[in-house]
């Protein structure tokens, strides 16, 4: 079957593959340039028959070439070959994990970075221009993990001005929704919005140890964006309750937008989806993650107009995640360029945390070759940025 798909790329002409992932052809013999493009070929093939080879983006840069190639082998059916569940190194395939083994995941984590330094201390330096607010500690395992939780609000916060929130950091792990909700706060735009008459409260590292240990769930394996619920005290997750206590306090009565900022990674596919179906007992099968930036709205709520403006602002920035050949992202539907819809109550999403008529959850992908981390910070501004220009625009 891989011989057959090879086959049918046969016909794509070295000029299609894009001119950024090219040698210098011009130094390069006829020979050369055929070799180069079969083994460009082999390896975007391979990458999207296997996925689950997890080719890390950050090595080879042959590796590059082949990630980019792949995009332009739209002829290839959407079909697999039959693959075998993929196993994870916790756990017995078809039985959910016990205390046991969550204790053994949880000691398998390790922290790589500082809570502290990256997010808290840029946090303080803050207080100034904003109300900072602490509005919960997390405690687990007894107290030996403990971490404070923070809110920065604008100023002269006013029940007749419409309010915003902007989450970052629910799945620690994703660096530049973290960052990229700080770069709103340190770079002056939310200033900058807050004179044009919003409310605006930004929590910019919702999951601390998450962060801190690049992790998508909590130390109790819990993943806190399928952890809220309409009361905080029946969120599974302390952070999902925190954010959610954090809201009644503020005392609005409709929020006018709510933009939850994410990122979807190679590890979502090497790692935490495999980790996750082992915990939950079931099979996990191969999934895809998209080269570029894109949007999740609500299906019960998509403003679809709302999401496109957000997608052409994010344009400016970095590219849009193009469908898979059979119209999904993650294997969800298209509803536009770059927009797929879940239903965010349903799946207790932060996304459903408040009553607002827009939301929108925002994906960067920072492995693809194309980005950089400075590129995925300014996606995620440009994500909120966007989201309060159509606001604007909408009530002028």
């Avoid at 109550?345 to 607002?356: D, E, Q």
């Avoid at 994906?363 to 400075?374: G, I, N």
Wanted: aromatic share 8%.
């Amino acid at each position: 079957k891989c011989v057959r798909r090879l086959a049918q790329c046969a016909s794509i002409r070295l000029s299609r593959v894009p001119a950024c992932i090219k040698l210098p052809m011009a130094t390069l013999t006829a020979a050369m340039r055929k070799r180069y493009a079969q083994v460009c070929l082999f390896l975007a093939c391979l990458r999207w028959l296997v996925p689950e080879l997890a080719f890390s983006t950050r090595a080879s840069p042959m590796l590059h070439r082949a990630r980019s190639l792949a995009s332009v082998i739209p002829t290839l059916p959407r079909t697999r070959m039959a693959a075998s569940p993929r196993s994870y190194h916790i756990g017995t395939a078809g039985q959910p994990w016990g205390a046991a083994e969550a204790t053994q995941w949880l000691s398998e984590r390790k922290k790589a970075r500082s809570y502290q330094e990256e997010v808290v201390a840029k946090v303080e330096s803050l207080r100034e221009s904003f109300d900072v607010v602490q509005y919960g500690a997390l405690s687990y395992d007894g107290g030996a993990i403990a971490h404070p939780l923070f809110a920065v609000k604008t100023k002269s916060w006013s029940a007749d001005r419409p309010s915003v929130l902007v989450t970052g950091g629910v799945h620690g792990y994703e660096t530049s929704g973290v960052q990229g909700a700080l770069r709103f706060l340190t770079e002056g735009h939310a200033l900058r919005y807050a004179a044009k008459g919003f409310n605006i409260v930004v929590a910019p590292c919702v999951s601390p140890w998450g962060y801190e240990h690049i992790e998508r769930w909590t130390p109790e394996a819990v993943d806190p964006n399928r952890s809220f619920r309409t009361e905080a005290d029946d969120c599974p997750a302390q952070e999902s309750a925190a954010l959610q206590r954090l809201l009644s306090s503020c005392d609005v009565s409709r929020w006018a937008c709510h933009v939850d900022l994410h990122e979807t990674t190679d590890t979502d596919e090497s790692e935490f989806r495999m980790a996750k179906a082992a915990r939950d007992g079931q099979a996990s099968e191969p999934g895809t993650i998209p080269d570029g930036f894109y949007l999740c709205g609500d299906e019960r709520n998509l403003q679809l107009d709302f999401q496109r403006f957000v997608i052409e602002g994010v344009r400016r920035v970095t590219h849009i995640a193009p469908a898979d050949p059979d119209g999904t992202i993650i294997g969800s539907p298209v509803v536009s360029e770059g927009i797929i819809a879940y239903d965010y109550a349903a799946l207790g999403l932060c996304g459903s945390v408040t009553n607002s008529p827009f939301t929108t959850t925002t994906e960067v992908y920072p492995d693809s070759p194309r980005a950089t981390d400075e590129l995925c910070n300014q996606a995620q501004v440009a994500s909120v940025t966007s989201a309060l220009d159509y606001l604007i625009q909408s009530r002028a």
